[in-house]
């Protein structure tokens, strides 16, 4: 498989992480979003809207958005299983991702900030719109972890939330959020930081980082 994305990217990190759960091996194809490298004609034919990740499986396929992405790889790689056997529990940790996915995440990724700076904010003002949206989503998340973690976002072991929630926590500090009041997610990372599906998947691990 190759997986087209960016070091820093969060949806590409969130991608890694789940390959490595899953054992999958795979090599990265690197495009660099600041240099626009996401619109070259040749990877919009790949995937025309542009944006990373895109994987390409064994067999041709051509997947694009990370949900969809993490989605099927769970449907074509089974074991170990990111999502739990019963319908509620996969609800549960489908609702845990999805307030990152939708509700935090595309409010700080790159084409939004440059909206954001465009209108005539500087770097505090882009940090605060990003810990705006990052503060309400994790005070949320927070309580559901609370709710339903025992050890990681929901249950004993890695489910899609923790692939969701690490690239999160990861892009929180570059916009300077203050975390200590998160203590079960930083609980997570913690965790998180002596697992090698985990550590492989760290930006600062990959063959593009800066």
């Not at 969060?10 to 990265?28: E, F, P, V």
């Not at 958005?65 to 074509?76: F, K, M, N, R, Y």
Request: proline share 6%.
């Amino acid at each position: 498989m190759i997986l087209h994305g960016y070091w820093r990217s969060g949806t590409s990190y969130r991608t890694r992480i789940a390959l490595n759960l899953k054992g999958i091996a795979y090599r990265q194809a690197a495009l660099d979003l600041r240099t626009g490298a996401q619109k070259s004609g040749a990877y919009l034919r790949l995937n025309p809207q542009g944006l990373v990740p895109a994987l390409e499986t064994d067999d041709g396929l051509v997947l694009t958005q990370s949900p969809a992405i993490l989605e099927w790889l769970e449907e074509t790689h089974p074991e170990p299983s990111l999502l739990p056997r019963d319908a509620a529990g996969r609800a549960q940790v489908r609702a845990m991702a999805a307030v990152i996915g939708c509700d935090i995440h595309p409010l700080n990724n790159l084409r939004v900030l440059k909206a954001v700076r465009g209108l005539g904010a500087d770097q505090a003002g882009v940090d605060a719109w990003a810990g705006q949206w990052i503060i309400d989503g994790f005070t949320a998340l927070e309580a559901l972890v609370v709710r339903h973690g025992e050890g990681w976002c929901f249950g004993g072991a890695p489910t899609l939330a923790d692939c969701y929630l690490m690239p999160q926590l990861y892009s929180a500090r570059r916009f300077n959020v203050d975390l200590a009041i998160f203590p079960r997610l930083l609980e997570i990372e913690a965790r998180a930081e002596a697992h090698p599906a985990f550590i492989a998947a760290l930006p600062e691990n990959q063959p593009d980082a800066d």
